[in-house]
């Protein structure tokens, strides 16, 4: 199951990733380890399916939660907004990238977001906590999202979708019913979670309005949040 496992994100990579509809698709990780090389790492290198499906489940999840954006703000200035894992205890955090096996990138990329959104709050405790986990891990650079649009129904990929239904039902009915069920709770699941971040953004973006002064951000890169 682990080759066949390893042999989908393969497909993935060669087949999928960047067209079509997942074409506007943009891995936090990018400039690191990729989720779909992080997946192909752990099909391969975890020791059983089970856990292999656990690490990516994380890491997939991590992707959505370690990302920073750059808010719109009043007079024409950003905000920093960011994802529940920066709010999450360090230790903890910390633990769960070192039991997934995050490589040394990919957790520089982490705490150095952290370390920003530490700055943003004017956190010296946080700055304190992570000053000695930033020591021995590569220089890493953190990209601004945008914030998520309003989600708007695509007809082509439910189109596809449904056809690719259709056809399973034809050869393998309970594979087709299975199919459904999955693909059901997966977009469930991506909906709680977008509305979600929706709502952890406008609060940090109205929380920014009640500070009063606030260090200037630029909308494509983090380093002006820096001292």
């Known amino acids: 199951m682990q080759r066949a496992l390893a042999a989908a994100i393969r497909g993935y990579r060669r087949w999928l990733s ?14 690191s380890e990729s989720c779909s090389a992080f997946g192909l790492r752990a099909a391969t290198s975890a020791p059983s399916t089970w856990q292999a499906v656990g690490r990516i489940r994380r890491r997939l999840r991590r ?3 370690v990302s920073l954006y750059a808010l719109p703000g009043e007079h024409g200035r950003h905000v920093l907004g960011w994802g529940a894992d920066h709010d999450r205890d360090l230790d903890e955090l910390r633990a769960e990238l070192a039991r ?14 952290r370390e920003l959104v530490a700055r943003w709050r004017s956190d010296p405790r946080e700055l304190a906590a992570l000053h000695p986990h930033r020591h021995g891990l590569p220089p890493s650079a953190v990209a601004l999202r945008a914030p998520p649009p309003p989600r708007r129904v695509r007809v082509a990929p439910l189109a596809v979708i449904l056809a690719l239904l259709v056809a399973l039902a034809l050869v393998a009915p309970w594979a087709a019913v299975t199919a459904l069920v999955l693909t059901a709770g997966l977009a469930w699941r ?3 979670a977008r509305l ?7 609060a940090q973006r109205d929380a920014a309005s009640l500070r009063g002064a606030l260090p200037i951000l630029d909308a494509t890169s983090a380093r002006s949040v820096l001292p």
């Open 18 to 31: 960047g067209r079509g509809p997942l074409a506007r698709v943009r891995c936090s990780f990018h400039a």
């Open 63 to 65: 992707c959505r939660d």
């Open 100 to 113: 997934d096996d995050e490589s040394p990138a990919a957790r520089a990329l982490i705490l150095t977001a």
């Open 190 to 192: 991506s909906r709680r």
């Open 196 to 202: 979600s971040l929706r709502r952890r953004l406008r």
